[in-house]
């Protein structure tokens, strides 16, 4: 059956500000030895396979090779706690690249799944800045960058990306992570912010 999310997403990974791997396509290495991030997808409005999951929030917390093409990577995923049974089903369907889509195109690419979670996820999304808060796990907080003398954030455009080929440049505020097995912190590091809407 067809479904179809609509939504704001951000993602805050631990490369140098700005990530070499979005920038390119993929096409160039990450800046440190793994590159460890964290995507929050938000959906303002969505069904799945004919379940509504409107309001709910999806992390999937990933750990990749330098190089992100060369696969192989490590990927868990939290579901929102609020979701029942069916929605935490369609959801795991689709972010796990199951219906195919953008995820879909990311699974090959998955050498390890770390399993799923649930979890209470609070999202917040004002302006520039997104915010996140999974349980005692995950806090992070990204604003959206914007030039000395500019009114609009700095966006980056025709890039091969799973949620968006228009991305907005972030810098995180703020970042603690610890999730299936992994502890990071990539405050001060990239960040990117974008709607995204997907259908299959």
Not at 65 to 80: A, F, Q, R, V, Y
Not at 120 to 134: A, F
């Amino acid at each position: 059956m067809a479904w179809n999310l609509e939504g704001t997403y951000f993602e805050n990974c631990n490369c140098d500000w700005v990530c070499p791997c979005t920038v390119t396509s993929l096409s160039a290495p990450a800046t440190n030895d793994r590159c460890q991030v964290v995507a929050v997808d938000h959906i303002d409005q969505g069904s799945i396979e004919g379940v509504d999951v409107s309001g709910l929030t999806v992390a999937l917390v990933f750990d990749t090779p330098k190089m992100m093409t060369d696969g192989n990577w490590s990927l868990g995923l939290i579901i929102d706690q609020n979701a029942s049974e069916s929605q935490a089903d369609a959801l795991a369907k689709v972010f796990s690249g199951r219906l195919g889509g953008p995820m879909g195109g990311l699974a090959p690419l998955v050498g390890k799944f770390l399993g799923i979670e649930r979890a209470p996820i609070e999202y917040r999304n004002d302006g520039l800045r997104h915010t996140v808060r999974i349980g005692d796990s995950i806090a992070i907080e990204i604003e959206d960058f914007v030039p000395r003398g500019l009114k609009a954030a700095t966006r980056l455009q025709n890039v091969f990306h799973p949620t968006n080929t228009t991305l907005t440049v972030a810098k995180p505020v703020s970042s603690r992570i610890s999730a299936f097995g992994m502890t990071f912190a990539n405050e001060g590091r990239s960040a990117f912010s974008a709607p995204f809407k997907w259908q299959a």
